[in-house]
């Protein structure tokens, strides 16, 4: 760890938040690959947009492209993705934006950690960023029956090692703050139970107008 860094003082998060006219917060989806997060969470980004409210999706695979191109499979490997990633929720969260993290995050340790790092920091003087843990629950059965990439397939053939829930474990959450169970539910509905639970707290504004749609690009 680096020791000859200063931390520079900026705006404070309230004052972040006052200008935006909103808060920021983490929403951290977990499952089983092909529970459905990546597809609730890109509706659920699309709905907070429609509503005006600042929102950016974080998705597991979108980030091996870039920031964790030098990541593999490993425990270690996903401990340290869902590390950095957390760390660049939290500031997405900082910044008065909803930051939407779609991961599998198979260990209760690493999403505990990513959890930590939203309740409290040294140079935080507005206490902790809401961190919202969303489990997408689904039986393994329904997921690998799902499989839109084909990856339970290859990993019951022994073709990708270290794939959650075959020969890799699932730890699910213990105390998620949200349940979606997209085996039972459209996405249209678990989108609305996502937004109901952030207007009943607060953590964005209630009724909000739809702000005009957006033309399609030439």
């Given amino acids: 760890m680096a020791t000859n860094i ?4 900026s705006l404070s998060r309230s004052e972040r938040a006052a200008y935006r006219g909103q808060r920021g917060l983490t929403l951290w989806f977990t499952g089983l690959s092909a529970s459905g997060k990546s597809t609730v969470a890109v509706a659920l980004e699309q709905h907070l947009l429609h509503l005006g409210v600042a ?11 870039g ?14 993705n869902i590390r950095r990633v957390a760390e660049v929720a939290r500031l997405f969260a900082d910044a008065a934006v909803v ?9 209760r340790a690493d999403r505990e950690l990513a959890r930590a790092l939203h309740a409290s ?16 629950d689904v039986p393994l059965a329904v997921a690998e029956a799902r499989d839109p990439k084909g990856l339970y397939r290859r990993a019951r053939a022994g073709e ?12 699910p959450p213990e105390n998620p703050d949200i349940v979606l169970r997209t085996d039972q539910a459209s996405v249209e509905d678990c989108v609305a139970q996502v937004v109901r639970w952030l ?20």
Avoid: M
Wanted: hydrophobic share 35%; no cysteine; net charge negative.
């Fill in 199 to 218: 207007e009943d707290r607060g953590l964005i504004p209630a009724g909000k107008t739809p702000v005009a749609d957006v033309p399609p690009a030439p």
């Fill in 160 to 171: 990708v090692k270290h794939f959650t829930g075959i020969d890799s474990p699932y730890e």
């Fill in 6 to 9: 200063t931390w520079h003082p």
């Fill in 99 to 107: 930051a939407i993290a779609s991961f599998i995050s198979p260990f």
């Fill in 121 to 136: 920091h040294e140079h935080d003087a507005d206490g902790p960023l809401p961190f919202v843990e969303v489990f997408v």
């Fill in 55 to 65: 929102a950016y999706r974080l998705d597991g695979d979108n980030v091996r492209f």
């Fill in 67 to 80: 920031l964790n191109k030098d990541l593999g499979f490993s425990d270690g490997d996903r401990a340290e």
